[in-house]
């Protein structure tokens, strides 16, 4: 089992910026792939960023350029920071880990609003 706790949430003023962490627990395998999602009322959740154990990261087309996916392996860590946020970035946002084990893992995730 892994656990995942996310982190950093809030209300942020448009414009604004935040850091989201997520720290990983438990039976943690090597290689693996973590990320966050989003999901805001009304509307199918969705890949923000992800980040592999090697580093190698994916963006989805509205968030590149105004966030930054990273990990601390040493600590079982995804950040991601958020600058340049916009309301339509308001949603729960959601820690994935995935890995080679084909095990899949989510957290419970964070809510952050963007409003003036």
């Known amino acids: 089992q892994v656990q995942l706790v996310e982190s950093g949430g809030g209300l942020v003023q448009p414009g604004g910026t935040l850091r989201l962490s997520c720290v990983a627990s438990?039976?943690?395998?090597?290689?693996?792939?973590m990320g966050w999602y989003r999901q805001a009322p009304g509307k199918q959740r969705e890949l923000v960023a992800t980040?592999?154990?090697?580093?190698?990261?994916n963006y989805a087309d509205s968030v590149k350029g105004r966030f930054t996916i990273s990990r601390d392996n040493a600590k079982n860590t995804v950040y991601l920071q958020m600058s340049s946020l916009k309301p339509e970035d308001t949603a729960f946002y959601f820690c994935?880990?995935?890995?080679?084990?084909?095990?899949?893992?989510w957290g419970q995730g964070t809510q952050v609003t963007v409003s003036s």
């Open positions: 994935r880990y995935h890995d080679t084990l084909f095990r899949d893992y």
């Open positions: 438990g039976s943690i395998f090597s290689i693996n792939t």
């Open positions: 980040v592999t154990s090697s580093g190698s990261t």
